[in-house]
Nanobody
Framework: QMQFVESGGGLVQPGGSLRLSCAASGFKMDNYHIGWFRQAPGKEREGLLCISSNGGSTNSIDSVKGRFTISRDNAKGTVYLQMNSLKPEDTGIYYC?????????????????????WGQGTQVTVSS
């Protein structure tokens, strides 16, 4: 089955940091723009950051700029999300998927069918 496998979630205090990983399973991710998404409790899933296939460009929404960083290692088939200065509102299930909008400032479509290779997600809880 072709999908991403997310890991690294957990419970962290406000102001803390966490690093998530997203590994491609059953396919090579080299040619895809890949993004991180979050689904907060009771809310729709939203796109957060996107990285180009070669890692040279990124796009992110305003609420995570300066706090979250996306990176990738194509040799390892893995995308990372470094999250710093975490806030309670960052709580949610974090997913990655392919075919996100990588041009700076371009919005993420709310239609989840536009993205591919969804995984099961990893839970992040920010709480004291």
């Amino acid at each position: 089955q072709m999908q991403f496998v997310e890991s690294g979630g957990g419970l962290v205090q406000p102001g803390g940091s966490l690093r998530l990983s997203c590994a491609a399973s059953g396919f090579k991710m080299d040619n895809y723009h890949i993004g991180w998404f979050r689904q907060a409790p009771g809310k729709e899933r939203e796109g957060l950051l996107c990285i180009s296939s070669n890692g040279g460009s990124t796009n992110s929404i305003d609420s995570v700029k300066g706090r979250f960083t996306i990176s990738r290692d194509n040799a390892k088939g893995t995308v990372y999300l470094q999250m710093n200065s975490l806030k309670p509102e960052d709580t949610g299930i974090y997913y990655c998927a392919a075919n996100c909008p990588v041009s700076s400032g371009r919005p993420f479509s709310k239609s989840l069918g536009r993205y591919d290779y969804w995984g099961q997600g990893t839970q992040v809880t920010v709480s004291s």
